[in-house]
């Protein structure tokens, strides 16, 4: 019923989706303080209609611009197949050369950073980082698939 009642005000599928889910977790936060005697449909269409007026007045919404298909990305497969053997090498590294390969090259993170996360030494992280890219290479060497 609300969703149906928010693609009537909205008209678009996927906001009217957005707004039937934010309007249910609005109802959900106020969920301990309805009394008893409060009329559930009623208060929960009053609910959706102001999150589809606070939605509207939103600056980010006038510059969205809903498409219904989206534009092809071109990845190759034989890229996809990299990726694939490069999470499936790293899942088979003891947890800290992971830890330090992860958090050092895939989110980029300072060597300060990735031994304030890691609670050790830069030296540590220096040295781990070494050996997990190390046996990175030996189980991604051309001819050798990560299993």
Do not use: N
């Amino acid at each position: 019923m609300l969703r149906r009642t928010a693609l009537r005000l909205c008209g678009d599928r996927h906001h009217a989706d957005d707004l039937t889910q934010t309007a249910l977790a609005k109802l959900y936060a106020v969920w301990p303080r309805l009394g008893r005697d409060v009329q559930l449909d009623a208060y929960a269409r009053k609910v959706l209609l102001r999150t589809v007026i606070d939605e509207a007045q939103r600056p980010f919404r006038r510059y969205e611009a809903a498409v219904e298909v989206l534009p092809p990305v071109g990845v190759s497969a034989a890229r996809v197949e990299d990726v694939l053997d490069v999470r499936a090498a790293l899942v088979r590294l003891p947890p800290g050369q992971r830890r330090a390969v992860v958090l050092r090259y895939c989110v980029d993170l300072s060597l300060a950073e990735t031994a304030r996360l890691m609670g050790c030494t830069e030296g540590t992280v220096k040295s781990q980082a070494a050996k997990g890219l190390a046996a990175l290479r030996g189980m991604l060497a051309p001819g050798r698939v990560a299993a």
